[in-house]
Each structure stands twice: as structure tokens, then as C-alpha cells.
């Protein structure tokens, strides 16, 4: 994979590009926090460990695996130069997120706890912003799939 390559994929895809950063960003900020402090974050996320293996589970599923997450779509954008892919994935775990997130819910009535009234907008703006990306580049750039 040359430079000039990777310019050209960037350059062409920036709708691509932009989402991409930005889910790296969120997905590296959620591994900083969650491996920094499981305890603090884990609560906030109403996520309390029975004991330290608990912890460990916490720093594993929220903060190592939004890391990969985060280095999975870099690698997709800007290794092999496919930003267009890294968005669709990036759509794929987003939205399976917010509406496994809205379902349950209202079947588990976790509708009056704080973090739900804080991640089900946030989340639903987030996708939303990724569906206007994947449409720009769709519509103005092209597929992006080259």
C-alpha cells in the first residue's frame, strides 16, 4: 500500500474519513476510561462487579474491546485504505448498539435510569450523523468502494 494510494482513498472518501475518526475517537476514549477507572465508569454505565475478577471483566468489555474496535476501523481506513468499509462498520456496531439498546429498554423497563436517558439520545444522534455520512458518500463521493 503505497502513500499515494491511501491520499487518494482519503481524499475521495471523506465523509468516510471524518466518521472514521470520529468512531476511532470514541472508541479510544471509552477504552481510556474504562481501563483507567472500571470502578467510577462501570457505575455511571450502571455496570458493578461482584468482586475483581468482575473489574477485570469491565476493563476487558468496555475498555479492550472498544480499543480493537477503534484500531479495527483505523486499520480498515487508513491501512488499507478503506474508509467507506471502516463507516459501514462502524454503522453495523453503532446501530446494533442503540436498537438492542431501545428494545430492551422498555422489556427490561430501564427507561427512568440516568445512563439510558443519556446514551439512548446521544446514541440515536451518533447514528444519525453516521447515516449522513454514509449518504455523502454514497450520493456526492461515490460508493467508496474501490
Not at 475521495?12 to 474504562?34: D, E, H, K, P, W
Not at 468489555?61 to 474496535?69: D, E, F, M, P, V
Not at 453495523?92 to 439520545?121: E, H, Q
Request: charged fraction near 10%; include cysteine; glycine fraction near 8%.
Amino acid at each position: 500500500m503505497t502513500a499515494e494510494i491511501l491520499r487518494h482513498a482519503i481524499e475521495t472518501n471523506i465523509a468516510s474519513t471524518i466518521a472514521t475518526i470520529c468512531l476511532m475517537l470514541y472508541f479510544f476514549g471509552t477504552a481510556f476510561v474504562f481501563i483507567k477507572n472500571p470502578l467510577k465508569y462501570g457505575k455511571n454505565y450502571s455496570v458493578q462487579p461482584v468482586d475483581n475478577a468482575g473489574k477485570t471483566e469491565i476493563r476487558v468489555y468496555y475498555g479492550a474491546i472498544s480499543a480493537a474496535l477503534g484500531l479495527f476501523l483505523g486499520f480498515l481506513a487508513f491501512v488499507c485504505a478503506k474508509p467507506f468499509y471502516s463507516l459501514c462498520g462502524g454503522l453495523f456496531f453503532s446501530n446494533a448498539v442503540f436498537w438492542t439498546r431501545l428494545i430492551f429498554t422498555f422489556v427490561d423497563k430501564g427507561w427512568k435510569c440516568p445512563y439510558t436517558k443519556l446514551a439512548i439520545p446521544a446514541e440515536g444522534f451518533f447514528i444519525v450523523a453516521l447515516w449522513i455520512c454514509f449518504a455523502i458518500a454514497i450520493a456526492v463521493e461515490g460508493s467508496g468502494i474501490v
